[in-house]
Each structure stands twice: as C-alpha cells, then as structure tokens.
C-alpha cells in the first residue's frame, strides 16, 4: 500500500498549475477587448445563475451566514460585478493623447493567486475570476480548506463558462489539494503576477511577505456614528439590516453605534423596538467570552450565527425575535472583545457627549482594529461629514447607507466588489474597492516634445574647455559678454 504525502502533492499541483496558468495566459493576452468582454460576459451569467445553488451549498458546507443573503452576494459577485466592469478598457490601447504625445497600453499582470475566505466562499471566487479575466489576466484559485467544496463547485461553472466563450485552457484552475504547504508555494511561486489575499490577518501578512506583489485587506472594525440631526428609526434601520445581512459576515459591516448623550434614549429605544437587545453587565460578560479565543482572534463559532444562536452558547435567555445583541461600553482595546471585530450580530454600544468627542471616540476603535477599512455615519448635516471625511482613518466613509452593503458598492457608487482595499494605514498597497484596472499595468509610450536646447531656453551649450588648456583673460571676458547677451536674448 502506498502512502502519499499530501504536503508535497499540493506543492506539486501548485507547480503544475502555475505552469498551465502561465502558457495559458501568454495566449489569453493576445486577444482584443471584445474577445476578453466575451469571456467575462458568459462567466458572469452562468455565475448569476447558480446563485442560489450555490449560496445554498455554500451554507451547508460552513455555517456561515443565511443562504437567502448569499444568494445576493453571489448576485454581487456575477451580474452586479459585471455591470460595473462591462465597458472598462483593460487590454490593448486605452487612451492615445496625440497633443500630450502619451499612449497608454494596458498590460495584465499574469497569473493571479487568489485566496479566497470561508465567509464568503462562491461570491469571492466569482467576484475574482471576473475580475482577472476582466483584465487579461489567468487566475488558481486557493480555497479555505472549510468551504473547499463550494468554492470547487463554483470554479467548475466559471472554467466552463470561460472554455465555452473561447477562453484558453488553464486560465481558471483550483486547487484540489489545499495545505498550507501549497499555499506558501502557490503565494512564493516566481511566475505569480499578483496575489489577491482575502482572510484572516495571518494570511494577508503571509500574501504581503512572499515576495510577490498583493492586494491584501485587513480586518474591519467600523463604528457607525449616529449623530443628533440624525433620522434615527432610519439610521437604526440601516444598522440592523447591515448587521444581520448574512449575520454579519461582511467585514464592512458595523461593530459599534458611537451616538450623542442628547439622543441616547431615543436610539436605545428605537433600537429595542427594531429588535436590539442590550446585555446586561453580566450578560456580556458571558457572551464576551465566546467573541475571542486565548490567542486573541476571533471565534469561528459565533462567525455568521444568528443572535439567539450566540445567545444559546453563552447561556443567556433573549427575547424570541431578538436581531441583534448591545452590550453597552465605555472602554476600547485589545482585551475588549466588543471594541474588535466581530463578524455576527454583536454590537459595542458608546455614548459620547458631542460629535467632537465621537469623532476622537471612532478614530480610537479603528486605530484599535480596523484602521483604513469603512466606517457609516448617519447625519444631515454635511459639516459634520466634512470633518470625519477630513480625519477618519478609514478608505470607506459612508453616508446614511447599511455599511455592509455600502462598503462593496451594493447600496452605494463604489465599485462593486468583495476586494476592500485598507490603504497604506491598514497595511494594504491599495485604498480602492479592487477592480480588474487594479490588476493591469500600463505601459506609456512617450513620444518627444521638446529638445535639449528647448529646455535651456535658447541658451547654447557654452563651450567646451579642455582640461589643461590655457585661456587669456580676453577670452574668458568674450566668453562671458557673449552668454550674457544671449541671456539678454532670451528673456526679452
């Protein structure tokens, strides 16, 4: 009986595809635009319509989240992905500036490594290949190990939608075997373009530290500030719907309400009519426990549970009905679970006694997790947006808008995407909502304009001196009167 090595066939499958890719890709590049829009067109609608398979299985196989939600994220991931990309040029001539005397070629980048997280497994390998593809580029996929039959399932509609518009063989694969083993070669592999690096944070840094390019996203954290002008039924409205879509699943999705002591009670009531839940002190305690394990990450049994799910782990009785659970609180840290992210409906509740204050309060949750990412403000008064818009280290400010929803473009004009960039402060190459114009070079041909005399402004080039030479004074004052006539010459 023979006994294989999983580590090492990952490895070598990860070799093998990465060669396949790149052959692949070398032919995928030489077409034109309407022959790429072609391929990126029939992946988005057959993706678009295995949606609700495909949420289901996702479901099933995780966990995570509410199917009927990720029937919408796959929806954003396909069609909603598509239609923002559709009439982008991402390959050949993208813009020729005759007066400028610029030409911009769009290049891809070759072959993309991409990660793809357990929470929003189909979405994300939909939402990536089209992208890729999109911009000229071939794509291996590596999936979480916990979601590893959905995300296949997934590649299999993508790849043939691909072969079937005409797409080389190879330019879609998946990892079968996935080790951590293959991963670190797949991510270090000298032929890899670009890594796009979606998960928990000990993968981004391993995506960051390989060697190649990447596109990482840290974790978020965002608040949602709810101040005083604030229409606060709808702004408590929009927090929940963020906060329970796919139960919380969504990293732009709110961690804490910040509000003012003015309005306190109208938001605590409104929030208990729309199904809030405020632990008391001991109850967080008891629920606390369970956001985070001794290692200080988060607990993958309360990622994507409901309320009364969590509720029944920590052993507290909650209303039936209840949506989300508060827990109010006063202090921000590491050692504070609620002030971190939380990827259920679980919300941090603070009081601040003004928007001066709230704004210090944001800024000292995001700096404590989830710098550079998204963050909701629901306000009427555009002063006030001015001044977060101005200091809140975040990519994504969002406006009377579900911050889930918000920050991937599904509710707001940002580009729709599952890809959220957390810029320089949040340790990412990239503030933007990642597209396929983020996974191109461009190549700038630059034809001149001017010559060497043109830049000196009609001034000759004085004469050469060789070393050694002797010169009379009468030279040397000819020498000078005749630059500085010119100089005279030329300032007239």
């Given at each position: 009986?023979?006994?294989?090595?999983?580590?090492?066939?990952?490895?070598?499958?990860?070799?093998?595809?990465?060669?396949?890719?790149?052959?692949?890709?070398?032919?995928?590049?030489?077409?034109?635009?309407?022959?790429?829009?072609?391929?990126?067109?029939?992946?988005?609608?057959?993706?678009?319509?295995?949606?609700?398979?495909?949420?289901?299985?996702?479901?099933?196989?995780?966990?995570?989240?509410?199917?009927?939600?990720?029937?919408?994220?796959?929806?954003?991931?396909?069609?909603?992905?598509?239609?923002?990309?559709?009439?982008?040029?991402?390959?050949?001539?993208?813009?020729?500036?005759?007066?400028?005397?610029?030409?911009?070629?769009?290049?891809?980048?070759?072959?993309?490594?991409?990660?793809?997280?357990?929470?929003?497994?189909?979405?994300?390998?939909?939402?990536?290949?089209?992208?890729?593809?999109?911009?000229?580029?071939?794509?291996?996929?590596?999936?979480?190990?916990?979601?590893?039959?959905?995300?296949?399932?997934?590649?299999?509609?993508?790849?043939?939608?691909?072969?079937?518009?005409?797409?080389?063989?190879?330019?879609?694969?998946?990892?079968?075997?996935?080790?951590?083993?293959?991963?670190?070669?797949?991510?270090?592999?000298?032929?890899?373009?670009?890594?796009?690096?979606?998960?928990?944070?000990?993968?981004?840094?391993?995506?960051?530290?390989?060697?190649?390019?990447?596109?990482?996203?840290?974790?978020?954290?965002?608040?949602?500030?709810?101040?005083?002008?604030?229409?606060?039924?709808?702004?408590?409205?929009?927090?929940?719907?963020?906060?329970?879509?796919?139960?919380?699943?969504?990293?732009?999705?709110?961690?804490?309400?910040?509000?003012?002591?003015?309005?306190?009670?109208?938001?605590?009531?409104?929030?208990?009519?729309?199904?809030?839940?405020?632990?008391?002190?001991?109850?967080?305690?008891?629920?606390?426990?369970?956001?985070?394990?001794?290692?200080?990450?988060?607990?993958p049994k309360v990622v994507g549970k409901s309320a009364q799910?969590?509720?029944?782990?920590?052993?507290?009785?909650?209303?039936?009905?209840?949506?989300?659970?508060?827990?109010?609180?006063?202090?921000?840290?590491?050692?504070?679970?609620?002030?971190?992210?939380?990827?259920?409906?679980?919300?941090?509740?603070?009081?601040?006694?003004?928007?001066?204050?709230?704004?210090?309060?944001?800024?000292?949750?995001?700096?404590?997790?989830?710098?550079?990412?998204?963050?909701?403000?629901?306000?009427?008064?555009?002063?006030?947006?001015?001044?977060?818009?101005?200091?809140?280290?975040?990519?994504?400010?969002?406006?009377?808008?579900?911050?889930?929803?918000?920050?991937?473009?599904?509710?707001?004009?940002?580009?729709?995407?599952?890809?959220?960039?957390?810029?320089?402060?949040?340790?990412?190459?990239?503030?933007?909502?990642?597209?396929?114009?983020?996974?191109?070079?461009?190549?700038r041909v630059a034809y001149g304009l001017k010559e060497l005399?043109?830049?000196?402004?009609?001034?000759?080039?004085?004469?050469?001196?060789?070393?050694?030479?002797?010169?009379?004074?009468?030279?040397?004052?000819?020498?000078?009167?005749?630059?500085?006539?010119?100089?005279?010459?030329?300032?007239?």
């Open positions: 009986m023979k006994i294989y090595d999983k580590d090492l066939l990952s490895v070598q499958e990860v070799r093998d595809m990465v060669a396949k890719a790149k052959a692949a890709q070398a032919e995928y590049a030489a077409y034109d635009q309407e022959r790429v829009d072609a391929v990126a067109c029939a992946v988005a609608k057959a993706c678009a319509a295995q949606s609700e398979r495909l949420a289901k299985m996702a479901v099933e196989e995780t966990g995570f989240g509410i199917w009927q939600d990720k029937v919408l994220k796959n929806q954003l991931g396909s069609a909603m992905t598509y239609e923002s990309i559709k009439d982008m040029k991402t390959v050949g001539i993208l813009r020729d500036d005759k007066e400028k005397g610029i030409m911009e070629v769009g290049v891809p980048m070759g072959v993309v490594a991409a990660l793809i997280p357990s929470t929003n497994p189909t979405s994300t390998v939909m939402y990536k290949s089209l992208i890729c593809l999109k911009s000229g580029n071939a794509i291996i996929i590596s999936p979480h190990p916990n979601a590893k039959n959905c995300i296949a399932e997934t590649y299999k509609v993508v790849a043939e939608a691909a072969r079937g518009a005409g797409a080389p063989d190879g330019i879609v694969q998946c990892i079968t075997l996935p080790t951590m083993d293959g991963t670190a070669a797949l991510l270090k592999h000298r032929d890899i373009g670009m890594i796009l690096a979606t998960g928990g944070e000990a993968m981004v840094r391993a995506a960051y530290s390989s060697g190649n390019p990447a596109l990482g996203v840290g974790p978020g954290n965002g608040p949602a500030y709810i101040e005083k002008s604030a229409d606060i039924p709808l702004a408590v409205r929009r927090i929940f719907d963020s906060k329970t879509f796919d139960n919380g699943t969504i990293c732009a999705s709110e961690q804490s309400i910040v509000t003012e002591a003015c309005i306190q009670d109208q938001v605590i009531d409104e929030a208990k009519r729309q199904g809030g839940y405020f632990l008391s002190p001991e109850e967080s305690k008891k629920v606390g426990r369970f956001i985070m394990r001794a290692n200080g990450t988060m607990n799910a969590i509720a029944e782990m920590a052993g507290v009785q909650i209303p039936a009905g209840t949506r989300v659970l508060i827990s109010p609180q006063s202090t921000v840290g590491k050692d504070n679970p609620y002030s971190r992210e939380k990827l259920c409906p679980i919300l941090a509740f603070y009081v601040t006694d003004g928007w001066e204050s709230a704004c210090e309060l944001c800024m000292e949750i995001l700096h404590n997790e989830g710098a550079g990412h998204t963050m909701t403000i629901h306000t009427q008064d555009d002063g006030i947006i001015r001044e977060f818009a101005l200091k809140k280290p975040v990519s994504r400010l969002l406006v009377n808008t579900p911050g889930a929803l918000g920050g991937v473009g599904a509710t707001t004009g940002l580009q729709p995407a599952l890809t959220l960039g957390c810029g320089s402060v949040g340790g990412s190459a990239t503030s933007d909502n990642v597209g396929p114009l983020n996974l191109i070079n461009i190549r005399s043109d830049l000196r402004g009609g001034v000759s080039e004085p004469p050469q001196i060789s070393q050694g030479s002797n010169i009379s004074q009468q030279q040397l004052e000819e020498i000078v009167i005749k630059v500085i006539e010119q100089l005279k010459h030329t300032n007239k």
